[in-house]
């Protein structure tokens, strides 16, 4: 039996594991970085065991190191979660050396399933479909396009799709660097790209005693960057195609008796519209995605990978599915700027009454979180901020369900993808199950990524926080804080504030109170109830008659000299912008051509040189920030007038990388 359960990750991951652990009265131990001093995943832990450093792989990647923590912890037991050293024979082999007792498959199937190329090899020969593995040295015009992947992990690090045989040789370099950095191992390979298809997996969990259960398939097809970013179970594919499931079943048991599997794991198939699938590779792990296979059997796959880690025997069979499950990632990105990831602190992260941690049994709403209020989101990890999960009877339900929470989200301090994720759950083409691999590029990101809240209700909204924001002014005032703002005994100019928005730019409210109430210009009509720094309360007009709607109006103070953060939450939708301050300061404004870090990382490449001319788009550098690279482009033709970082350099967001100085500039000089 059990005592103790070292989980040797971070985050989301970490805390699912500590919550049941807790329902089965283990002891929990936490490992942490530097940069993790203080996340939640420390905190959820009995105890918690420093690794010095703060990047991957000074820290999560170091084996040897973990042992140690778990040893000096009293740990029995370790889980490795997902991602890192998860799917690591050596790192198995190791904790079974030291004693400890390994939450997860034998040595030899981690092995036989780590190499993606052999792995396809093995699994043909088992009677498995598989979609043929390319040598790079081979590729020719006739195969392209082509997908290089990692062959030691997954999550989208190491993955590109090359179209040309010209760019070939530099993806494979930036795919083998991405690689190294996320697993610790540079392999790559090609398989054929097929521009549309259905990523569908099944769920496998075997005893020691040579029990096989194929739980249940998941669809996972609408990705960004080749990472999941909505996924559901059951598969819409599957349940229209006849016999598909049997199918699906049968291989992915055969592919989990090749290798004597034993815990959880995850079969990964390709499929097109008519039900022919191919294998891609087998995660032996858990998968991020498991809460809507739990949801929909009412099983604990955590607790399962406990029990058959101690020789549990499975019985015969898995429980039926029932009902419908969909889950998205919240990540800390921009989708409107080419997923953009983002650092920084997460003011608030609040969804209302919701399960976490827990398997659904009722329709609702459950989130897996690695971040609390006021946690930091930094740049040396994938920048997912929360997993959200609903279930319901039905699909249409589960969708809805899901939608409607992340609408009424308090989410405050960082820009994320939570209005595109509605925009897909709500879009008629995921409605009708109609999700293959290509589905941002089908119905056009620009329209999916746009925000949730129109330009008439931001304004509003707007109108709200500067009320909001007088009304602040009045309560802290020293001297006639309870006379009326901007009180005259004659008529006199309005009073105004500006604020800047991410997607319309900047908005100035001029407004003025008088004895018979407030005016705000350009808003004939609108009548303030009550205004406190924190809610407003306006009757709006409508075409019916006014409409009473509140507002809550949350600020966050900026890091530095920077505007304050105002969040907006409100029927109408989530607005944030910042008040811009009434005078600028001269300091802050940059050269034109300027190439900014949009995000705090390392420079890894520079490939210009100044005084060279670059054209529009032509990539300048490339920076490394949560485990991917990130290319910052010219932003116009001209001339490379600065230069401020070498290789190796770390920045921060917002530095001055370089300067380009435009074609029509130079003409206008000379």
Known sequence: ??????????????????????????????????????????????????????????????????????????????????????????????????????????????????????????????????????????????????????????????????????????????ARREAESAFGDPTV???????????????????????????????????????????????????????????LFHAARLAAAAIGYEGAGTVEFLADEQGEFFFLEMNTRL?????????????????????????????????????????????????????????????????GSVAEFTVLSEPGVRLDSGVVDGSVVGVHYDPMLAKVISYAETRDEAAHLLAAALRRARIHGLVTNRDLLVRVLEHPAFRAGDTDTAFF???GLENLAAPLVSAADEELSIVAAALADAAANRSSARVGGGLPSGWRNLPAQPQSKSYESRTTGTHEVRYRFARTGVTVEGHDGIELLDATADVVTLAVPGPRGPVRRRFDVARYPSTGAGPVLVA????????????????????????????????????????AEVGSRVEAGQPILWLEAMKMEHTITAPATGVLAELNVTAGRQVDVGTVLAVVQPEETTESQE
């Open 1 to 174: 039996m059990l005592s103790t359960v070292l989980v040797a990750n971070r985050g989301e991951i970490a805390r699912r594991v500590f919550a049941t652990c807790r329902r089965m009265g283990l002891g929990t131990v936490a490992v942490y970085s530097d940069a993790d001093a203080h996340a939640p995943h420390v905190g959820a832990a009995d105890a918690a065991v420093r690794l010095p450093g703060s990047t991957p792989g000074e820290t999560y990647l170091r084996g040897d190191l973990i042992v140690e923590a778990a040893l000096a912890a009293g740990a029995d037991a370790i889980h490795p979660g997902y991602g890192f050293l998860s799917e690591n024979a050596d790192f198995a082999r190791a904790v079974i050396a030291a004693g400890l007792t390994w939450i997860g498959p034998p040595v030899a199937a981690i092995e036989q399933m780590g190499s993606k190329v052999e792995s396809k090899k093995m699994m043909d020969a088992a009677g498995v479909p598989v979609l043929a593995e390319l040598d790079p040295a081979e590729v020719t015009d006739a195969l392209l396009p082509v997908l290089i992947k990692a062959s030691a992990g997954g999550g989208g690090r190491g993955m590109r799709v090359v179209r040309t045989l010209a760019e070939l040789p530099g993806q494979l370099e930036a």
């Open 189 to 247: 390979f090609c398989e054929r790209y097929l521009e549309t298809g259905r990523h569908i997996e099944v769920q496998v969990m075997a005893d020691a005693h040579g029990t096989v259960w194929a739980v249940g398939e998941r669809e996972c097809s609408i990705q960004r960057r080749h990472q999941k970013v909505v996924e559901e179970a059951p598969s819409p594919l599957v349940e229209r195609v006849d016999g598909m499931r049997d199918r």
């Open 287 to 351: 998968q991020v995605e498991h809460p809507v296979t739990e949801n929909t059997t009412g099983l604990d796959l955590v607790r399962l990978q406990l029990q058959v880690a101690q020789g549990y025997r499975l019985p015969a069979n898995p429980p039926p599915m029932h009902g419908h499950s969909i889950e998205v990632r919240l990540y800390a990105e921009d989708p409107a700027q080419e997923w953009q990831p983002q650092s920084g602190t997460v003011h608030r992260l609040d969804l």
């Open 441 to 443: 590029a089908t119905h």
């Open 568 to 607: 907006v939450d409100s029927p109408l939708g989530p607005v944030t912008v910042r008040r811009l301050p009434r005078f600028e300061d001269p300091s802050e404004h940059v050269a034109e051509g300027s190439l900014l870090a949009p995000m705090p990382g390392a420079v890894i490449r520079v490939a």
